[in-house]
């Protein structure tokens, strides 16, 4: 893991440390920023970050914005942390493109081990596969998903659930499972998770998301 680099960003020089100690002890190189800014500059300065660590209140720009920005121009994993712990904030935080939402206070080892589970699902995602089904073609290889020959912008976490819906296909699946399929870990039971990103995929797929069925009490299942 020592070639995987991770921008952490967050105001407060003591969270920073703390977040850089783990992720060093765990074998990642690590830049830090003070704020939303400097983040940005040194993000779009390299472009060579495998995941970035953001908090959300900070000066100058807000882990919102910095989202936004870093969303225009890339898929790189992001996870927030912060003290908002409202749902709306991390609902909001999933429609910019947040990968993972995580409150604080919170253990740096659980932290450790969800950037683990990421980084382990994107060098995943660089196999050489291709799935079709329904007029849907996902190339895990080139990171691509089109519809009836026409391309499909999704984030990171919406291809991890559409390819798993598709490698799934025909099987009933509950939340809980595409938790731990998707996420590669038991996300504390909050399902709403899984119910935001299938909101957001279906929307983007048009007349697609129809085949991705609702199945009431228990979860969602894929048919072409």
């Known amino acids: 893991m020592s070639d995987r680099k991770i921008l952490v960003v967050d105001d407060e020089s003591r ?18 920023a003070a704020d939303g800014m400097e983040a940005c500059d040194l993000f779009f300065e390299s472009n060579d970050f ?12 807000d882990g ?3 989202t936004r920005q870093i969303r225009e121009y890339s898929k790189v994993p992001i996870i927030m942390l912060t003290a908002k712990a409202e749902e709306h904030d991390e609902l909001n935080g999933f429609e910019l493109g947040v990968d993972e939402y995580i409150s604080k206070p919170f253990s740096p080892k659980i932290l450790v081990a969800r ?26 290889g080139a990171h691509i998903v089109t519809i009836d020959d026409n391309p499909i912008d999704l984030s990171f976490k919406e291809f ?11 099987l009933a699946l509950s939340r809980e499972k595409i938790l731990n399929g998707v996420w590669d870990y038991d996300y504390f039971g909050d399902e709403r998770t899984v119910d935001t ?15 991705i069925k609702t199945i009431w009490g228990m979860g969602y299942k894929f048919e072409a």
């Open 160 to 170: 991890e659930l559409l390819a798993y819906f598709m490698e799934n296909a025909g």
């Open 115 to 140: 950037v683990e589970a990421i980084l382990r699902r994107t060098a995943g995602s660089d196999a050489a596969e291709v799935l079709e089904a329904g007029g849907i073609r996902l190339d895990k």
């Open 50 to 61: 495998d995941l970035v660590i953001t908090d959300v209140m900070m000066p100058k720009l």
């Open 64 to 66: 919102w914005e910095l």
């Open 197 to 211: 990103h299938v909101k957001k995929l279906r929307a983007k797929m048009g007349a697609k998301g129809e085949l």
């Open 15 to 32: 969270m920073r440390k703390l977040v850089r100690d783990f992720l060093v002890r765990a074998g990642y190189i690590v830049v830090e």
